[in-house]
Nanobody, 127 residues
Framework: QAQLVESGGASVQRGGSLRLSCTASKYTMDFSTIGWFRRTPGQEREVISCIRPNRRTWYRDSVKGRFTVSRDNAKNTGYLQMNRLEPQDTAVYYC?????????????????????WGQGTQVTVAS
């Protein structure tokens, strides 16, 4: 069955960098928007970045300038490069893909617009 698998989560020091990967199996991501989300303890999951099939991107203000989203369709993989990490970036990070709403500005998509979700990967940033 189709699934998404994230990887790359780890524990790092403040100011460090990580790159998260999100690879799809049993389906192609080429025509889907890839969204990146995070959930911190006690908080609701929030979208932090996304990239459309045309590579147009969107970022939440809290990560703008530090995180970079990209995709490699040949590898059926999306990436989230996270630089200058801060303790408040500590969270479980998720990726998801949206095919039927891929034409929409991805910053406005709701969780229900995404068809497939990964299992999440933990990022911990120590101060």
């Amino acid at each position: 069955q189709a699934q998404l698998v994230e990887s790359g989560g780890a524990s790092v020091q403040r100011g460090g960098s990580l790159r998260l990967s999100c690879t799809a199996s049993k389906y192609t991501m080429d025509f889907s928007t890839i969204g990146w989300f995070r959930r911190t303890p006690g908080q609701e999951r929030e979208v932090i970045s996304c990239i459309r099939p045309n590579r147009r991107t969107w970022y939440r203000d809290s990560v703008k300038g530090r995180f970079t989203v990209s995709r490699d369709n040949a590898k059926n993989t999306g990436y989230l490069q996270m630089n200058r990490l801060e303790p408040q970036d500590t969270a479980v990070y998720y990726c998801a893909t949206a095919l039927y709403k891929a034409a929409a500005e991805c910053g406005f998509l709701k969780d229900d617009d995404y068809e497939f979700w990964g299992q999440g990967t933990q990022v911990t940033v120590a101060s």
